[in-house]
């Protein structure tokens, strides 16, 4: 006869109440891209001015404000002759004529050289036509941003180191002075009344030398050339 293994109970655990399953690691959200058209979308912060776009004048390569044409500072124009027209008395022919002679006569005793009495010929010649040929009527403009027009020829500020003025009489004239060692400067005579401006404007580009005539300027404006 088979024996029956008795059944222990804990009264103490409840049967009735269910068993509370094991609480599963929950994974973390994890950030999605947000994408390029949503970027487009949001709101972006405007940059701030840089010292180069602020209002200024504009820059120089050199950091130097570079003026600009405006109703403040508007371009000036004027005519004038391209040089001072100065008539010849019959006194002044003589003398020339006897300055001319007289140098042909030292080559045909002393220097014996027929090259330089042509050349001495030559030159009278050409002197003859220039003083004669009456001066022309030029336009000139000076623009603050441009430079110095001649005519339908233009000057550049960056072409000169210095400018001057020179009074020769009753006459005004301003000297451009080119950076090349070699090149010829410009003179450009003016009216008094729009001398003012006319310095304003080179100012703001050149420097200003005080400038005195040599001797060979003090030379042709004495034979009146």
Not at 73 to 83: D, G, K, L, R
Not at 116 to 135: K, Q, T, W
């Amino acid at each position: 006869m088979a024996t029956e293994t008795p059944q222990t109970q804990n009264y103490w655990q409840q049967d009735d109440v269910p068993e509370t399953p094991a609480a599963s690691p929950v994974a973390a959200p994890t950030a999605s891209p947000v994408p390029d058209t949503a970027a487009s979308q949001l709101p972006m912060a405007e940059p701030s001015a840089s010292p180069d776009e602020t209002n200024t004048p504009d820059q120089t390569p050199e950091g130097l404000p570079q003026p600009v044409e405006s109703p403040d500072n508007p371009p000036i124009t004027w005519t004038a002759q391209e040089y001072v027209h100065l008539d010849k008395s019959p006194v002044w022919f003589i003398l020339f004529a006897i300055i001319v002679l007289g140098l042909v006569a030292v080559d045909v005793f002393f220097l014996k050289s027929w090259t330089f009495s042509a050349l001495v010929i030559v030159m009278a010649i050409a002197v003859i036509i220039y003083i004669r040929r009456p001066p022309r009527m030029l336009t000139y403009a000076l623009s603050p941003l441009q430079g110095l027009y001649v005519g339908e020829k233009l000057y550049t500020f960056d072409e000169f180191k210095a400018f001057g003025l020179i009074q020769d009489g009753d006459h005004y004239s301003i000297m451009l002075i080119p950076r090349k060692r070699f090149a010829a400067g410009v003179s450009v005579y003016f009216p008094e009344d729009a001398g003012e401006r006319i310095v304003d404007i080179l100012g703001q580009q050149l420097p200003m030398e005080n400038l005195k005539l040599d001797v060979v300027d003090i030379i042709v404006r004495k034979l009146r050339l």
